[in-house]
Every structure is written in structure tokens, then in C-alpha cells.
């Protein structure tokens, strides 16, 4: 039980620090967007209010926590595999993408609209500098120091568990509605980032999340690929939600097994 009170008491300082220190920045934007907090009218609006939220992590982790609470995560982002593992992971995200498109267009379920490649092109960067910078914080805080925390309570999976579920809760925030039905998904999301982070390193969670943010997020902004208005939502996903289709599902199984099979080796 005491465990139990220290764990919460230390997440709860944390987290009351980390929303004190952002909400005086949420008001201004929101003020200066004229829209709520938590109803943003755009994807730009939504994406200031987040990188605001996690550029205040780093302090908030200063102020709020022990320093010896990151020593840990701190050495194994020094290790020597970190940006091996970071474009293994990039580049295995990527291709399990291209991969799941590829076969939604060979079933007739989509096409790639060619026209739009300049326009992707005109993204990649912009967009893979947020992935980057999103990956980090939230691989840091959820898989790095948060699992530490929780890890007195319980075994490995126990607090992977958890984590994932305050991960998949924290994107209730914004977008409640497309939200609920991606719970499931977005837990099994960090789950498998949990193992990525613990079995082999840092630098593959880093990679993975990097190249699912960046490969998405550029194939919805660009148009590149044109879902059928007649493709299945089982397969696909509700409302084209990769993680609601069990194409989706599929991909993030697949890629927690060849975690767990290169885990083994």
C-alpha cells in the first residue's frame, strides 16, 4: 500500500505540475485562436496546443521529480545503438505503412493519387521534424519515466499496461469523438512500444512512433492515397481510422511479434 501512495503521489505532482505550468499558455492560445482549450477548430490549432503541452515536460520533469528518476533514461540514449535502432525503427514503421496501402489499393480499396507527390514532398520535412520532436517527448515520459515509476507496483507487463492505458487516455483531450473507438488501438499502440523501449532500446520506440507519425501523417495531408468511399471499416477503419481496421490491428501485431522474435535472438 505504501507503494501504492508513493507511486500516485509522485505522478500526481508531476502531472498537477505539468498541466500548471502549460494551462497559462493554453488560455493565451486558446484566447488568441477564439476557440476552447480542448476543442481546437483545426489540425494547426491542435498541434500548437500539444507541442505547447510538451515543451513544458522538460521543465515540469525539473521542477516536479527527482533527478535521479532520469539518470537511467539518460545513459541509454548515450548508448552507441540509439540512432542505429532510431532509423531501424523508421524505416520498419515506414515499410509496414507502405505495405498496408499497397495491399488496400491491390484489393481496390484505394489508389495513390500520383498527382500529389510534389505535395508530399513539400511535407516530408516540416513533417518528420514534428514526428521526431512528438516521439521523443512521448517515448520519454510514457515508456521511459513513467513505466520506472509504476514498476514498484507490479511486473514489466503490469506497467507497460498501465502506461499504455494513460496514453491512450491522455488523447481523449482533443478529438473525444474519433478518439473512443481508437482506445483499444492506441493502447495496444503503446503497449508495443513499451517492449520496443524495454527489449531492445530507446531508440526503436523512438523510430517506430517517428515513422508512423510521419508516414500518416503525410499520406492524409497530401492526398497521396484515396481510400474507395465503399472500403470496409472492419478492414480499413471506422471512418478511415488506421487503428480501428483490422489492417491496423494486423500491422502493430506483426510488428510486436518481430519485437518479440529479435527480443529472443
Not at 92 to 114: D, P, T
Request: glycine share 12%; charged share 10%; with cysteine.
Amino acid at each position: 500500500m505504501a507503494n501504492v501512495r508513493q507511486v500516485l503521489g509522485q505522478l500526481l505532482i508531476f502531472g498537477g505540475g505539468w498541466l500548471a505550468l502549460w494551462l497559462p499558455i493554453a488560455f493565451w492560445l486558446a484566447h488568441r485562436f477564439q476557440c476552447p482549450i480542448f476543442a481546437p477548430r483545426s489540425q494547426t490549432q491542435k498541434l500548437t496546443f500539444v507541442l505547447t503541452l510538451y515543451a513544458c515536460v522538460p521543465v515540469a520533469a525539473y521542477l516536479f521529480t527527482e533527478p535521479e528518476s532520469w539518470q537511467s533514461i539518460g545513459e541509454s540514449l548515450l548508448a552507441g545503438s540509439f540512432v542505429r535502432q532510431l532509423l531501424l525503427g523508421s524505416l520498419f514503421a515506414i515499410s509496414g505503412i507502405l505495405i498496408v496501402y499497397a495491399l488496400q489499393a491491390a484489393l481496390g480499396f484505394g489508389q495513390w493519387q500520383k498527382e500529389n507527390l510534389s505535395s508530399a514532398a513539400s511535407l516530408a520535412l516540416p513533417v518528420g521534424a514534428i514526428a521526431l520532436l512528438i516521439s521523443a517527448i512521448e517515448e520519454t515520459l510514457f515508456r521511459g519515466w513513467l513505466v520506472l515509476q509504476l514498476q514498484p507496483l507490479g511486473s514489466g507487463g503490469f506497467a507497460f499496461a498501465i502506461s499504455a492505458f494513460i496514453f491512450a487516455g491522455l488523447h481523449l483531450l482533443w478529438e473525444r469523438t474519433e478518439t473512443v473507438p481508437q482506445i483499444p488501438g492506441l493502447w495496444l499502440l503503446g503497449f508495443i512500444l513499451s517492449l520496443a523501449y524495454d527489449w531492445i532500446g530507446p531508440g526503436l520506440a523512438w523510430g517506430l512512433h517517428a515513422g508512423w507519425i510521419w508516414g500518416l501523417t503525410l499520406l492524409g495531408d497530401s492526398n497521396l492515397f484515396e481510400l474507395s468511399t465503399t472500403s470496409p471499416g472492419w478492414l480499413v477503419g471506422w471512418r478511415q481510422l488506421p487503428l480501428t481496421g483490422l489492417l491496423g490491428w494486423g500491422l502493430l501485431l506483426s510488428t510486436g511479434l518481430s519485437i518479440g522474435l529479435y527480443h529472443s535472438l
